[in-house]
């Protein structure tokens, strides 16, 4: 008697045998092998959508914080924080049995208004921006000690061609940022994962500058638990090949992989457009919106094989993974149908706009049990 059959002998015997209502879910089943999550929103937490608060229940293990702890969100003035979605993100996945992450603490894109320049507008020097960087990420890391598991310390740093992105910490204080800002997390909560974080790490340029920069930080002592590959693939992009190198190359530098905020932009993108930079945007064409009653059945294949090629590359490399996080419960609320095109219809999760579990997770479950 095959596998399969005997356990389903097993499972009629024990009366479980598996129903529409009892399909293995996804935490269930790769929860097995790494953290399985998904991004909320204030919606979520609040209980203004139940639909996706359900399904967080339900397939997942581990939520981050969609915006709510982002620089700008929590610290509007440098002696004022807003707290109260971040606290009420935490306490949501506390009272639900979830993991929560941390994100994020130093990155270009909605940092605090305030945090480069002076009163009078002028940027702030080295000695001032370094200073306040401190109490951002001490005073941040510090309210959640213990609770949150990991963090991503650094988000988005580089550039496509490997260069250092030049942001206002970069231009500021220099290439140290990087250290200072791992080196003041550690020390609010030496207990929590440390990360860098960014997208387009499939790109072989981008890979070596993460790898250097991961080598950096531990030769000078820093903590650094893991790569967080976005993953925000396209319906053509990128190669699972190069996907699968840049985890061995990050996993050769000494670190594991998690892939923090996977998603798949079904839609075609302006002017051969890569990438994740939330700055980009493109004017609306109906040309750009092909699939506004729903995928053709050529659609719906790709869409299906572009996340069984990534999760194929995900199996195959388990050991080294410590989370794969969506960015998003349901189309619906993706931010890919506002970017880099606002006002569209895209498909690029787990649970179509009615709540609905999409075929391709069952796939992806049967792809994690069969190699077992
Ligand atoms: O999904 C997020 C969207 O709702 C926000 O408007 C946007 C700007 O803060 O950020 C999006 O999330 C980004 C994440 O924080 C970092 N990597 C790229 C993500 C998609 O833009």
């Known amino acids: 008697m095959n596998k ?8 009629l015997l024990l009366g479980t045998a598996t129903t529409q209502a009892q399909k293995p879910t996804l935490k269930e089943t790769l929860g097995k ?34 915006n709510c702890m982002k620089g700008e969100e929590i610290h509007p003035e440098e002696h004022r924080y807003n707290w109260t979605d971040a606290d009420k993100t935490v306490q949501w996945g506390e009272e639900n049995g979830q993991v929560v992450i941390g994100h994020c603490l130093v ?15 002028k940027p702030v020097t080295r000695a001032v921006l370094i200073d306040r960087m401190y109490h951002h990420i ?10 949150i598991k990991g963090w991503d310390v650094v988000n988005e740093a580089f550039n496509d061609d490997g260069t250092y992105r030049k942001t206002p910490y970069y231009k500021i204080i220099g290439e140290d940022y990087f250290e200072l800002a791992f080196k003041f997390a550690h020390e609010a909560d030496p207990d929590a994962e440390l990360y860098y974080n960014d997208y387009s790490l499939s790109n072989p340029a981008k890979r070596d500058a993460v790898c250097r920069l991961v080598r ?11 790569v967080g590959m976005q993953s925000h693939h396209g319906y053509d ?22 892939m923090t905020e996977f998603d798949i932009n ?16 493109f004017q609306y064409d109906t040309k750009y919106n092909p699939y506004t009653k729903g995928l053709t059945k050529k659609a719906n294949k790709i869409f299906e094989q572009q996340y069984l ?16 996080t969506l960015w998003g419960v349901t189309d619906a609320t993706s931010w890919l149908n506002d970017w880099p095109i606002h006002g569209r219809t895209n498909y690029p999760l787990l649970f179509d706009r009615d709540y609905k579990e999409k075929p391709v997770v069952q796939k992806i479950i049967k792809m994690f049990e069969e190699n077992r």
């Open 107 to 121: 990155w270009h894109s909605q940092p605090p208004k305030w945090m480069f320049t002076d009163k009078q507008g």
């Open 4 to 11: 399969k059959i005997a356990l389903f002998c097993v499972s």
């Open 33 to 66: 092998d790494f953290l399985v999550g998904a991004a909320v929103n204030v919606d979520i937490v609040n209980g203004r959508d139940e639909g996706s608060a359900d399904i967080v229940r339900k397939h997942f293990n581990s939520i981050v914080a969609e």
């Open 266 to 281: 079904m839609l075609p993108r302006p002017e051969n457009f890569h990438g994740a930079e939330v700055g980009q945007n």
């Open 216 to 226: 950096r930080l531990k030769e000078k002592g820093c903590r650094i638990d893991a």
């Open 309 to 324: 090629n990534f999760f194929k590359v995900i199996e195959r490399n388990k050991k080294d993974i410590l989370r794969v």
């Open 138 to 147: 001490t005073d941040v890391v510090t309210r959640y000690k213990g609770r």
């Open 237 to 258: 992009y990128p190669s699972p090949e190069e996907y699968e190198k840049s985890i061995k190359a990050f996993v050769a530098a000494g670190v594991k992989v998690q």
